[in-house]
């Protein structure tokens, strides 16, 4: 027997490694993922335990307590300029996100489960989905003949629609 000395690299090769992310429907068209890493939990929200604030804008729908935390908790597709969820529901599916500090509720038509893919698979937006969506995507990805948009969860906690200042 022969023994083979296999240099290993000094840093870990990160493209063929598989992230985890989240996956669910915007709307009825559009399916897209969140990275876990700013994934806190996915959760269902009587729609009676979110209080509305007047003077937002229409895609915020209000506060929540999260954990024992107050969180606000955004229509994600209305506040992406897709088809806004039907507000006829008694319940809603909601993402809670982090990035550093912030905490926010993203409500979204479905929830799917979890996909892997590597971040290499990750290509460009442009010119795949409307200009409005863009400053909120990493890129997108094919998977099972089915466009897949990766959003940015830092974009979103940091949109100015979310700003009241």
Not at 126 to 149: D, F, M, R, W
Request: glycine share 4%.
């Amino acid at each position: 027997m022969t023994s083979t000395n296999i240099t290993l690299p000094s840093k870990p090769i990160q493209n063929n490694l598989a992230d985890g992310y989240l996956k669910f429907q915007l709307n009825q068209q559009t399916t897209a993922v969140l990275s876990m890493k700013h994934t806190q939990e996915a959760i269902i929200v009587p729609i009676e335990s979110i209080t509305s604030m007047p003077n937002m804008p229409p895609c915020i729908l209000g506060l929540m307590n999260w954990r024992s935390r107050i969180i606000w908790v955004v229509d994600l597709p209305r506040m992406l300029n897709l088809e806004s969820l039907d507000y006829r529901l008694r319940q809603y599916n909601a993402i809670i996100i982090r990035v550093e500090s912030l905490v926010l509720g993203l409500v979204v038509q479905e929830i799917k489960g979890t996909t892997k893919f590597a971040v290499d698979a990750i290509h460009s937006p442009i010119g795949q989905v409307a200009s409005s969506l863009v400053p909120y995507l990493c890129g997108c990805v094919v998977q099972q003949e089915e466009i897949l948009l990766v959003l940015d969860a830092q974009a979103i906690v940091q949109s100015s629609i979310l700003r009241s200042d």
